[in-house]
């Protein structure tokens, strides 16, 4: 089992930056792959980004060159720079962990970005 703790949500303003955390309970080197997903009022969840434990990344087209994941395999975290953020990026982001067949989710945290 993998268990997931996000952090670093918020409330900022549009053109503004964050970042999000997540670290997980188990080293996450033999993790097939990591990411982040959101979910608007409304819309269904939705991929941001993903890593490979083998660094290869994954981006929604909206946050393309506005976003970036990584990954600190001694850390044991995942993290979500996001830059030039827009009210439409407003949701609830979930750090995601896809380990042997199965994926682990973490509990969520709030996004809002206002103009």
């Known amino acids: 089992q993998v268990q997931l703790v996000e952090s670093g949500g918020g409330l900022v303003q549009a053109g503004g930056s964050l970042r999000l955390s997540c670290a997980a309970s188990?080293?996450?080197?033999?993790?097939?792959?990591m990411g982040w997903y959101r979910q608007a009022p409304g819309k269904q969840r939705e991929l941001v980004a993903d890593?490979?434990?083998?660094?290869?990344?994954t981006y929604a087209d909206s946050v393309k060159g506005r976003f970036t994941i990584s990954r600190d395999n001694a850390k044991n975290t995942v993290s979500l720079q996001m830059s030039t953020l827009k009210p439409e990026d407003t949701a609830v982001y979930y750090c995601?962990?896809?380990?042997?067949?199965?994926?682990?989710w973490g509990q969520g945290t709030q996004v809002t970005v206002y103009s």
């Open positions: 188990r080293s996450i080197f033999s993790i097939d792959a």
């Open positions: 995601n962990a896809h380990y042997w067949g199965l994926r682990y």
């Open positions: 890593i490979t434990s083998d660094g290869t990344t």
